[in-house]
T-cell receptor, first 113, second 114 residues
Framework: DTGVSQNPRHKITKRGQNVTFRCDPISEHNRLYWYRQTLGQGPEFLTY????????KSRLLSDRFSAERPKGSFSTLEIQRTEQGDSAMYLC???????????FGPGTRLTVT | LAKTTQPISMDSYEGQEVNITCSHNNIATNDYITWYQQFPSQGPRFIIQGYKTKVTNEVASLFIPADRKSSTLSLPRVSLSDTAVYYC???????????????FGAGTRLFVKA
């Protein structure tokens, strides 16, 4: 197993466009997390799945953001009508309950112009 | 969720032991203390986790006093490659509720000099 993977690694888009990111967790991990990180700050929790169920959503996750994990394996994070403030690194992590340790992917860097 | 306070930055030299202290005065009974390391342009990497007393692994040690209101990450004999941001997290896995929320602060930027 090569760890958590995220695609694409970089995305440049124009304001108002929709973007979708994909996360492939470690295969046996049943928990999956999305975070957003801006320069100089720690990662901010966005949402969390246990298997296919989305169990936690941060208030940071506005109506323009949606996340899915349809079969309890990979997950997608979609941002609609992107704004310049959405520019950030989007990190995905996975873990195997009941263990707390989260394994992070390399992130997708989004730039909204 | 318990808030954590860490120094913004620390400097050290190669070969020295580095201790980074984190304050978490309102830690709850069910909370664990976890430390992550992050290099530029990479996701955070788990270092160590503990509940009380002392935990040691091949990378670091974690010291937690009896009142659990603080914790200290100890990195023995640091090298240049230990230059990174270190995050202290306090949280409950929510095993009973099925939820788990992870709160990262701004972290401590450790700079190791030759």
């Amino acid at each position: 197993d090569t760890g958590v993977s995220q695609n694409p690694r970089h995305k440049i888009t124009k304001r108002g466009q929709n973007v979708t990111f994909r996360c492939d967790p470690i295969s046996e991990h049943n928990r999956l997390y999305w975070y957003r990180q801006t320069l100089g700050q720690g990662p901010e929790f966005l949402t969390y799945f246990q298997n296919e169920a989305q169990l936690e959503k941060s208030r940071l996750l506005s109506d323009r953001f949606s996340a899915e994990r349809p079969k309890g394996s990979f997950s997608t994070l979609e941002i609609q009508r992107t704004e310049q403030g959405d520019s950030a690194m989007y990190l995905c992590a996975s873990s195997l309950a009941p263990h707390y340790e989260q394994y992070f992917g390399p992130g997708t860097r989004l730039t909204v112009t | 969720l318990a808030k954590t306070t860490q120094p913004i930055s620390m400097d050290s030299y190669e070969g020295q032991e580095v201790n980074i202290t984190c304050s978490h005065n309102n830690i709850a009974t069910n909370d664990y203390i976890t430390w992550y390391q992050q290099f530029p342009s990479q996701g955070p990497r788990f270092i160590i986790q503990g509940y009380k007393t002392k935990v040691t692994n091949e990378v670091a040690s974690l010291f937690i006093p009896a009142d659990r209101k603080s914790s200290t990450l100890s990195l023995p004999r640091v090298s240049l490659s230990d230059t990174a941001v270190y995050y202290c997290l306090v949280g409950d896995a929510g095993l009973n509720t099925g939820g788990f929320k992870t709160i990262f602060g701004a972290g401590t930027r450790l700079f190791v000099k030759a």
